[in-house]
């Protein structure tokens, strides 16, 4: 075709040649996410590739979008593929013995978010904005020096379980973006959280060894709560692996409060990075941690002593402790939010409408309906025991391994003065093991 460029030519011709080894060699339903994060497909196609009734058919479409597209497709396409060159050496292989991308260098790619044959573009922030943000993190720049490994841990790649194949890519420096939203002090009633701001401080710590530009933002009303979610939202993820969402807050019936009030559900906030909204983070994991009650109900726990009782003994044990208070606690709404000065609740939280992408992982503190408990000293219950076994652990295992060692710690280790108990409740769409693998980058 005449006035065709000559990387267009090289471009058309190897896209002929590969046609076999990409119908027969190509995982479309995987390609497919890095590509529509790089803008190289409209959510329509990408829908339609993650849609369909199996492999050879979604590398159909994939192939029949390649066609469609602008003579960068190719070292698009090979970008995706050695974000995990273990699992596609093979095809990278096959793609460079037709095709030499080293050839056309003075090509300029174009940028991610950038519209490919009149798609849409994806959202960022400008440039000026984005390095504003980043800049209220507390990652240490120069990023010279990595966070430190824990002192005789192995790496994840050192272990018996680990397989590149099944674990998401977590090597990018930094990590991704974590925000900790961390409301104290309400204006609409609610008494102060007292102990939230241990929980900060050591979820800071904790992200910044674990590699993330971190960002603590502190009494946030509604709209600012909603603000700070779509920057971090409109931020470019393409040079990140992950993200990472903390709200320390009252919470009740599935939504959080603001400090002014505002009930805000849970999946208010996921929604900002699903796939319709966040490109750049499908195929990505999106970490949410929240320290908030979800409900009224207290835990009176069972002795282990006592598991001889037959079940509807124990059923009937609780069902008495559980009426006695809520007479004197929960028909009283002043009482549900009254501070006790060392162990004290964070009223809410209950069922909520999970998020539809793939790749979200929330970890609640406490199972839907009950509430979950602080401690003035120390922090909460979950955050003091989420903090110390992922510096323990994060280094060697994947994260629901940890959640489960952290749901044993809270589960055995904290009791409050009247005897109360509490177990945390994640709640997983991972599609694969995620390692964090601090202070190893590619």
Known sequence: MAGRTPKEKAVGRA?????????????????????YGRGQLTYREYEQIRTAKNVPAANSEL???????????????????????????????????????????ESQLPSVGASARGHPVIPVLSDENEKEFLGNGDWPLPMTTPPPVQPGLRSPIETTDYNPKMAYKMSTRPRGVAVIVNNRLFTCGMKERIGTDKDADALTRLFIFLGYYTNRFDNLTGRDMHKKLKEVANLDHSKFDSLAVVFLTHGINGKLYSTDGDLIPVDDFTKYFDGVNCPLLIGKPKVFIIQACRGGKFDYGVETESTDLGESQVIEVMKQNYDNISEKALDDEEKFFDHQPTEDTDGGGGSQALPVEADFILAYATVPGYVSWRNSEYGSWFIKAFTDTMFELASTEH?????????????????????????PSPVTMLTRKLYFRPGLYS
């Open 399 to 423: 994260f629901l391994d940890i959640l489960t060692e952290v749901n044993r710690r809270v589960a055995l280790d904290f009791q409050s003065k009247g005897r109360n108990k509490q177990i």
């Open 63 to 105: 192939v029949a979008t390649f066609h469609r597209r602008g003579p960068e497709i190719l070292d698009i396409l090979l970008q995706v593929l050695e974000d995990e060159e273990d699992a596609h050496s093979y095809l990278i292989r096959k793609i460079k013995e037709v095709y030499d991308p080293k050839k056309f260098e």
């Open 15 to 35: 896209l002929v040649q590969l046609n076999k080894v990409l119908h027969d060699k190509m995982d479309g339903f995987d390609v497919c996410v890095g590509l």
